[in-house]
């Protein structure tokens, strides 16, 4: 356990050093903070406009980071050879990878900490902080975390670039997959294209079970059983993703 | 005595693209003893950081086994009295030596207690002491290398691993290595070299090994490796047209050096060269046995 900790901390040195991550961070806390400028709506549609931008950012931060980091993370690692002293300890591939992936979202959760404290900083001035804020914002990593899987398994197969492309992907249609995916998919008339449709709508993780913004917005009650069926459906996807990236990655020639 | 490395039969098929293969290494078997430096020779394509990449688990062979210490290379506790320096070294370029040692000790399960002195200790060998906090893109090809043998000696490996060590370091670096070296060996340690420097090789190795197009081509000590092709020189005046021709026939060359005839050929054709100069009355003004060096002995094998 202790390698997997030391990989991942250096891990989380090293991303945290990315231009990617201070410029995707800085623009998200730019838009968070810019909200401020909403004072001229009244308070309550102040409050609900705020939550409403500011899930919205930590959303998208959270998942271009997630793909940005995690689709290069390995694949950067094996074309700079750092890889190789590391890989000569007595650790296993599998140490390596989850060591790697901590790292990764640790990074993430880095910047998601800094935009989720001025967002909460901001909500606490307004007198709207409240317990949904902090269901949205766990639910938000448990999300990130598994975009980052996926990204993190892709990249085990094809290069940094095709691996981010895909990811970008998966990561756009999971988060409209139940809104305009599913509606795209039953519109369609040819059965074997269907087929097809459907086969990938279920391959993609449902990213939209994972968003209470409106909950949050709108102070919507959230059923306990759901919540419980939206983190087991994340830890699942997210483990056999890693599961797969770790099998592929021990065959993996360096 | 119980090899500390073994390899038997070890080969690595690459499958390239349209269908084709291409053998990298080609059942290779041989043994490293404990405590000995072994040079690992061979020229470019060789197959050589194949053999180092398969003995540490980074590439799967395609047939034949390796074993470290008598532990399958397949389990990675194989590597866990390893020691290993990649060709060209790269670290995380924001990190200082001395955090890069720090990571490779703990990695390397160095006792909590034990690590500081280690770290510093390690340090201090491979002469980085000014440089421990200095981070890794502000050093020189040859401080970086200086790094990756720091981390390779941390924790006390009884088999160190080095690929090109001497690579990007000046002769004074180099000759502080190969002392580095002597001094590890003295120790105890078992160093398995790779390295294009024959001089160095020759100096510090007790056993090579060479290898080209995959095979396995000569292994022994350097004197053994040498012994194969010696050759004697033989020095008389002037030589007639038919020894000329059976010299050359018998695969000899000849030069003149100031007014002298100066024959080179194969140690056991000497005396029918004698022969040949006694019969046609030429004098015999020295007889004097060309040892092959190691670089002679390299591109006749690799060859």
Do not use: W
Request: net charge neutral; with cysteine; glycine share 8%.
């Amino acid at each position: 356990m202790s390698s997997v900790l030391i990989i991942a901390k250096t891990t989380m040195l090293e991303n945290a050093r990315k231009q990617v991550f201070h410029v995707v961070t800085l623009l998200t806390l730019t838009v968070v903070c810019a909200s401020v400028l909403l004072s001229v709506f009244t308070l309550g549609v102040q409050v609900k406009i705020l939550k409403d931008l500011c899930m919205t950012s930590i959303l998208f931060c959270g998942g271009i980071l997630a793909v940005a980091l995690a689709s290069t993370a390995l694949p950067s690692e094996i074309e700079t050879r750092t890889c190789y002293p590391v890989l000569a300890r007595p650790i296993t591939r599998t140490q390596h990878i989850l060591g790697k992936y901590l790292g990764t979202i640790s990074t993430v959760y880095l910047g998601l900490a800094v935009i989720g404290i001025a967002f909460a900083v901001l909500l606490a001035a307004r007198s709207a902080l409240d317990g949904l804020l902090i269901l949205a914002l766990v639910y938000a990593l448990l999300e990130v975390a598994l975009v980052a899987a996926v990204a993190f398994c892709l990249s085990v197969f094809s290069t940094p670039a095709v691996a981010v492309m895909i990811s970008l992907l998966v990561f756009i249609a999971g988060s409209v997959k139940i809104g305009y995916f599913s509606h795209l998919v039953n519109g369609i008339s040819n059965p074997v294209i269907k087929g097809a449709g459907l086969f990938i709508y279920h391959l993609i993780p449902n990213l939209e079970s994972f968003n209470f913004k409106d909950a949050l917005v709108h102070q919507l009650p959230v059923p306990e059983a759901y919540l419980a069926q939206v983190a087991i459906y994340g830890v699942c996807y997210t483990a056999f993703m890693l599961t797969v990236a770790t099998a592929a990655f021990a065959k993996k020639e360096l | 005595m119980q090899p500390i490395i073994s390899i038997t039969n070890l080969t690595k098929v690459y499958k390239l693209k349209r269908g084709g293969r291409k053998t990298a290494v080609d059942s290779l078997t041989f043994e490293v003893r404990p405590g000995e430096i072994f040079g690992f020779l061979g020229p470019n394509g060789a197959g050589k950081t194949t053999t180092i990449k398969m003995l540490l688990g980074f590439i799967q062979p395609t047939a034949g086994s390796a074993e470290i210490s008598g532990i399958s290379v397949e389990n990675p506790q194989a590597r866990i009295n390893v020691g290993y320096l990649p060709e060209q070294p790269y670290f995380y370029k924001f990190m200082t030596p001395r955090e890069i040692v720090a990571m490779h000790s703990s990695l390397a399960g160095v006792p909590r207690q034990d690590r500081r002195t280690q770290i510093e200790q390690v340090i201090e060998l491979v002469g980085l002491g000014e440089l421990a906090s200095t981070p890794i893109s502000k050093l020189s090809k040859g401080q970086v290398q200086r790094v990756g043998l720091a981390q390779s000696l941390v924790g006390n490996p009884q088999v160190l691993i080095l690929d090109e060590p001497a690579s990007g370091l000046d002769p004074l670096g180099r000759r502080q290595i190969r002392d580095l070296l002597i001094s590890q060996r003295e120790t105890g340690k078992t160093i398995f070299l790779s390295s294009h420097l024959l001089s160095e090789i020759e100096t510090v190795c007790d056993r090579v090994a060479v290898l080209a197009k995959g095979k396995l081509m000569a292994i022994g000590t350097p004197e053994e490796i040498k012994q194969g092709g010696t050759r004697t020189t033989v020095t008389t005046t002037e030589l007639t047209p038919e020894i000329m021709s059976e010299i050359k026939a018998a695969g000899g060359t000849t030069h003149r050096i100031e007014g002298e005839t100066v024959i080179t050929i194969n140690t056991d054709e000497v005396f029918t060269v004698i022969d040949s100069l006694r019969k046609a009355g030429l004098p015999l003004l020295a007889v004097t046995p060309e040892q092959e060096s190691l670089e002679e002995a390299f591109l006749r094998l690799a060859a």
